[in-house]
């Protein structure tokens, strides 16, 4: 019992905010469409660099 009221009052809290949204038709963008290349690129090299420096061995390792 205390499952389905549980239940109950999720669906109802979160259909709450999906009711109170309103449609509305997207203004027409005056800007041309861009590439979002670049901000991949800065993304993909940025993630590499934190890569190598979280796997990089540290320098007191005594690994031989």
């Known amino acids: 019992m205390r ?11 979160l259909s709450g905010a999906a009711l109170a949204q309103v449609y509305e038709e997207p203004a027409a963008s005056s800007m041309s469409e861009r590439s979002t290349t670049w901000e991949w690129l800065y993304a993909g090299v940025f993630l590499v660099g934190c890569l190598v420096v979280a796997f990089k061995p540290a320098k007191r390792a005594n690994m031989r």
């Open 3 to 13: 499952h389905w009221i549980t239940s109950l009052a999720a669906v109802l809290m």
